[in-house]
């Protein structure tokens, strides 16, 4: 098992440009988040996902757009990078049928807007 | 506000003692806490959790600990292993599972020989 990929795992983006970091995962989850980790602050929520076609919004998610159409896939999209989004990116996906379960994570996505 | 806290950015701890590392949250809310550890350059992976109706569970060589009425727990590694050097982050959620985790700032564990 893959588990959950996101992809790229590096990327340099221009002041403006817009981009979708890629996240799919193989274990048929419901659930599938999007956060981002930057230097004392931790992981913080973009958008998240309770399944195919319902997303909702997390503590951070302005300059962000995301969709969900499918199980599987999971895009986030910068509208118009701003160099504030520089950061690591994490995709997770959990399974919604246990309270007592975690959060798989992918490898993540290092992105510097300059 | 920060909802989870971890107030040590670093804890170093001889190879075969204990480690303990720490977490505090405000929110009454959280139900379900977990332990996440992280290498450079991965991402975080599961380590450990324990919900609110327990005081402690074990897993190896981990252990959490849960004090409600202090709104704190604690995550103890005996004995520490080179390998378990990495960042920790806690995190909780409201209702159980893995979806919309909050997390704390995470501690540096660097376990020396």
């Known amino acids: 098992n893959a588990g959950v990929t996101q992809t790229p795992k590096f990327q340099v983006l221009k002041t403006g440009q817009s981009m979708t970091l890629q996240c799919a995962q193989d274990?048929?989850?419901?659930?599938m988040s999007w956060y981002r980790q930057d230097p004392g602050m931790g992981l913080r929520l973009i958008h998240y996902?309770?399944?195919?076609?319902?997303?909702d919004q997390g503590e951070v998610p302005n300059g962000y757009n995301v969709s969900r159409s499918t199980t599987e896939d999971f895009p986030l999209r910068l509208l118009s990078a701003a160099p504030s989004q520089t950061s690591v990116y994490f995709c997770?996906?959990?399974?919604?049928?246990?309270?007592?379960?975690?959060?798989?994570f992918g490898q993540g996505t290092r992105l510097t807007v300059v | 506000d920060q909802q989870v806290k971890q107030n040590s950015p670093s804890l170093s701890v001889q190879e075969g003692r204990i480690s303990i590392l720490n977490c505090d949250y405000t929110?009454?809310?959280?139900?379900?806490f977990l332990w996440y550890k992280k290498y450079p350059a991965e991402g975080p992976t599961f380590l450990i959790s324990?919900?609110?109706?327990?005081d402690k569970n074990e897993d190896g060589r981990f252990t959490v600990f849960l004090n409600k009425s202090a709104k704190h727990l604690s995550l103890h590694i005996v004995p520490s292993q080179p390998g378990d050097s990495a960042v920790y982050f806690c995190?909780?959620?409201?209702?159980?599972?893995?979806?919309?985790?909050?997390f704390g700032t995470g501690t540096q564990l660097k376990v020396e020989l």
């Open positions: 997770a996906s959990s399974y919604a049928g246990s309270y007592f379960t975690e959060a798989f």
């Open positions: 274990m048929n989850h419901e659930y």
């Open positions: 996902s309770v399944g195919a076609g319902i997303t």
């Open positions: 929110n009454s809310m959280f139900d379900y």
């Open positions: 324990i919900s609110s109706i327990k």
């Open positions: 995190a909780a959620s409201e209702g159980g599972g893995g979806n919309k985790l909050t």
